[in-house]
C-alpha cells in the first residue's frame, strides 16, 4: 500500500507541479475552460499516472485524471485576485482526497479516527496552538504600552514599510522552529536561528539608528524565543509523564 501511496503522490506532484510550466498556468486562469492548455496538463497527468504505474490500474487512473480535470475546472471558474491562494489550497486538498479514495479502493486500509485524538496528539496540538496563534497574542499584549512610540519614530528614521503580516508569520516559524529542535534535543540549532535572525535585523537597527526601535525589537524576540522554549520545555516534561 505505501509503495503505491507514494507512486500516486509522486505522479501528482510531477504533474502538478514540475512539468507545468508558468505560463500554462498564466494561460488557464485568463482563458479558463478554453485553455489549450488545461488540456496539456490533463494529459501530462495522464502519461505521467500511465508510466508511474506501469500501465496498471487503469480504471482508477481514468477516474483520478476526470477528476483532475473537474477540480481544476472548478477552481479556473472561481479564481479571482482575492481567493487564488485559498482556492490553490482547497484544490491540492481535493486532489489527494481523490487519491487517498483511489488508493483506499484499490488497497482497503484501516482508518481509526479515534487515534487523532490520543493523549500525545491531544498534548502536542495544544502546545503547536500555543506556540503559533496564543504566543502571538501574548506578545502583543505584552509589547502593547511600546507599539504606538516606537511605530511613530521609526517612521520619522525609516525608510519603506512591511510586508502585511510579515511580523506575525516570521514569529509563528521561528517559534515552530524553536520548538521542534527542543523537542529534536537540538539546542545548538537554537543559537544559531538567533545568530541568523540578529544578522538580518542587524542591518535596519543600525540604519534607522533608532535605540527605541532595537530595545523593541530584542524585547520582542526574547520573548518569542522564550515562550517557546519555556513551551518546548513544559511539553517534553508532560509528554515523559503519560
Known amino acids: ?10 505522479a501528482h506532484f510531477i504533474g502538478d507541479f514540475v512539468l507545468q510550466p508558468a505560463h500554462w498556468v498564466e494561460d488557464k486562469l485568463e482563458k479558463k475552460g478554453r485553455s489549450k492548455y488545461l488540456y496539456f496538463h490533463i494529459g501530462v497527468h ?15 487512473i481514468i477516474i483520478i485524471v476526470v477528476t483532475h480535470f473537474l477540480i481544476d475546472l472548478g477552481k479556473l471558474s472561481l479564481t479571482n485576485p482575492k481567493n487564488y491562494r485559498w482556492l490553490f489550497v482547497a484544490d491540492q486538498i481535493l486532489h489527494l482526497l481523490v487519491l487517498g479514495g483511489v488508493l483506499y479502493w484499490i488497497s482497503p486500509f484501516p482508518i481509526n479516527f479515534g487515534a487523532l485524538f490520543t493523549e500525545k496528539n491531544l498534548l502536542l496540538t495544544t502546545f503547536l496552538v500555543f506556540v503559533t496563534y496564543v504566543s502571538g497574542i501574548i506578545m502583543r499584549m505584552l509589547l502593547a504600552p511600546y507599539i504606538d512610540e516606537v511605530a511613530r519614530d521609526d517612521a520619522d528614521t525609516t525608510e519603506g514599510g512591511s510586508l502585511k503580516n510579515a511580523g506575525t508569520y516570521i514569529g509563528m516559524l521561528e517559534r515552530l522552529f524553536v520548538f521542534g529542535f527542543i523537542l529534536m534535543q537540538q539546542w545548538a540549532a537554537i543559537g544559531l536561528l538567533i545568530a541568523a535572525k540578529s544578522v538580518f535585523r542587524f542591518g535596519d537597527l543600525n540604519k534607522g ?31 515523559e509523564q503519560l
Do not use: C, D, W
Not at 46 to 60: D, G
Open 1 to 10: 500500500m505505501m509503495l503505491l501511496a507514494l507512486k500516486l503522490i509522486l
Open 46 to 60: 495522464l502519461l505521467t499516472l500511465l508510466i508511474i504505474l506501469q500501465f496498471q490500474h487503469i480504471v482508477p
Open 209 to 239: 539608528k533608532n535605540r527605541k526601535l532595537t530595545e523593541y525589537v530584542l524585547i520582542g524576540t526574547l520573548l518569542s524565543f522564550g515562550l517557546a522554549i519555556l513551551s518546548g520545555m513544559f511539553y517534553v516534561y508532560l509528554s
